[in-house]
T-cell receptor, first 114, second 114 residues
Framework: NAGVTQTPKFQVLKTGQSMTLQCAQDMNHNSMYWYRQDPGMGLRLIYYSASEGTTDKGEVPNGYNVSRLNKREFSLRLESAAPSQTSVYFC?????????????FGPGTRLTVT | AQSVTQLGSHVSVSEGALVLLRCNYSSSVPPYLFWYVQYPNQGLQLLLKYTTGATLVKGINGFEAEFKKSETSFHLTKPSAHMSDAAEYFCAVRTMEYGNKLVFGAGTILRVKS
């Protein structure tokens, strides 16, 4: 099993450009998540999908959109990138939304917006 | 308000010394508690978790943590630090009070001196 995979690993965008970050998991997990990691702030939840066909906002959703394409894939889209979106983005998955289940993380996408 | 506090953004220990990373949380309902480790340029990996039952939990790589309800704490310890323990450590909490979402502390960078 590859676990959680993310593409690309690195990306540089100019302000106003758009892009989609891809995430896939092969563990048959129901729930998937997108986080951003900024120095000194831990990880903050952007959006999550409790199950295929549903998505919900997290703590910092502004400027982002998501698509749960199928059970395996959950993409994050930046429609018009801003320097404030420079960050490391992590995708995660878990078997259920029940609170006892831990989340499994991908390797991250390092995004710079100039 | 929900919060997870990790005391000390940087902790430095000598190889072979005790590692103690502190985590306190605020919640009026029973929490589920996690410690994750992040090695440079990698995703997060689960070290250990507390859900119910025994309050002292053991994880990978010789780490353990104790849930103390009266102190709302979940400190991470390891009796003898190894150079390979150098990484960033995140405490995370899930409770119904947090909307069943995983809330992360800001992280503690552990440095191990030879």
């Amino acid at each position: 099993n590859a676990g959680v995979t993310q593409t690309p690993k690195f990306q540089v965008l100019k302000t106003g450009q758009s892009m989609t970050l891809q995430c896939a998991q092969d563990m048959n997990h129901n729930s998937m998540y997108w986080y951003r990691q900024d120095p000194g702030m831990g990880l903050r939840l952007i959006y999550y999908s409790a199950s295929e066909g549903t998505t919900d906002k997290g703590e910092v959703p502004n400027g982002y959109n998501v698509s749960r394409l199928n059970k395996r894939e959950f993409s994050l889209r930046l429609e018009s990138a801003a320097p404030s979106q420079t960050s490391v983005y992590f995708c995660a998955s878990s078997p259920r939304t029940l609170i006892s289940y831990e989340q499994y993380f991908g390797p991250g996408t390092r995004l710079t917006v100039t | 308000a929900q919060s997870v506090t990790q005391l000390g953004s940087h902790v430095s220990v000598s190889e072979g010394a005790l590692v103690l990373l502190r985590c306190n949380y605020s919640s009026s309902v029973p929490p589920y508690l996690f410690w994750y480790v992040q090695y440079p340029n990698q995703g997060l990996q689960l070290l250990l978790k507390y859900t119910t039952g025994a309050t002292l939990v053991k994880g990978i790589n010789g780490f353990e943590a104790e849930f103390k309800k009266s102190e709302t704490s979940f400190h991470l310890t390891k009796p003898s630090a190894h150079m390979s323990d150098a990484a960033e450590y995140f405490c995370a909490v899930r409770t119904m009070e947090y909307g069943n979402k995983l809330v992360f502390g800001a992280g503690t960078i552990l440095r191990v001196k030879s």
